[in-house]
């Protein structure tokens, strides 16, 4: 009974580390590969995935037609891929640039590698052409610094998902999706607002990705490029005597970084905006904006508009000094010259003033120290 049970702790104990030692110990082996693909004559995306961490891959895909037996090469692009962190979805988009396509069968082909070894390999079959309408159209597509809009109308009633995608090169920097929109029979706008920020003066691609379920599960692809603007307007002034104010509304994912330069010129009677004469320039910097955001910047004059008829120019100036927006309007005062000098002077610290039923120089103290006085005196007689 000793024996046999020596025996199997022998046996446990030699079979249990050669197991181990046998599985392949996490990061070994490169798990990355094409999760989904999709592609028409107008752009391409393919996911990846992977279950670990993995840096300095390629991605390479053709676009291919079928001729005979063969196939004929019609574009091919190369994507450096980075990294792809673990557990997690890259997507990398691109477009094809076909003139005069032919209606007939294409195909997606994508290689992931690593180096010269081949990860993963796929392939998507397409038809250009084809008499089978879909129950969607794309009327327009509007891609700018705020955001994409896409305009759909139905042909049949429908559900469907729209992905919006913002393209950077090949890689999608921003991607949300609203699921099961419908149309019935009337047209309509579907629109998504960018939830990141965007670099003035950089150009960008915007894409909507639609999948209809039903009767069978199809996609609708547009897409359009825009150059990143940082933008704003004004949508409020307010002026008078003694000031100004602007309120400006951002209208660009792009740091809108500019100021407004509030001008003052004299209009005499029989002057023209011409020879007008300026009387004070007041330069104030905008607080950073976003789109829909809003900002209310207020300035002082430095002294009070005299009595007459002045031109309030305001100019609102960008990121890079360019004039986005420039407003006019008029300021008519009605303070007389000897009223302001007054005025002034009323403010000058150190000055009595004498309140408003009250006696000129009359202060507090002395009335406190009268009425002490009195009731002294009335104490010595009681």
Known sequence: MKAAFFLLIFYLVSVLPASAAGSSPAGTASTARIAELY??????????????????????????RPEGVNEKTLSRQVFSVGS????DRVMKVGLWNIRNPERGAYALKARLLAGEE??????YDFVYGSNSASRLQVNDLVANSQGISVALSPKEASLFDIEYMLVDNSNVS???????????SVPDVFSAAWGTLLEN??????????QVYSPEKEFITSTESFTARDDAEITDIFQDETGASATVFGRSQVPFKGSLVFSVYELTENSGKGNSSLVES???????LLNNDDETIEVAWSQRLPKGVYRLEIEFLGNDGDIIERRETIIESDLSQASNVSAVNNSTPGTE????????????????SGLAAIFILLRKQS
């Open 201 to 210: 003066n950089k150009d960008y691609v915007g894409r909507v990705k639609i």
């Open 353 to 368: 003033a004498s309140s408003e039923n009250g006696i000129p120089g009359f202060s507090a103290i002395a009335l406190i």
């Open 282 to 288: 007041v330069k104030e910097r905008v607080p950073v």
């Open 174 to 184: 921003y991607v949300t999706k609203t699921e099961k929109l419908s149309l019935t």
């Open 39 to 64: 592609s028409d004559l107008e752009s391409f995306d393919v996911t990846l995935y992977s279950d670990q961490p993995e840096e300095d891959l390629s991605l390479e895909v053709l676009l291919v």
């Open 118 to 123: 081949i990860l993963s390999e796929a392939k």
């Open 84 to 87: 792809i962190p673990a557990n």
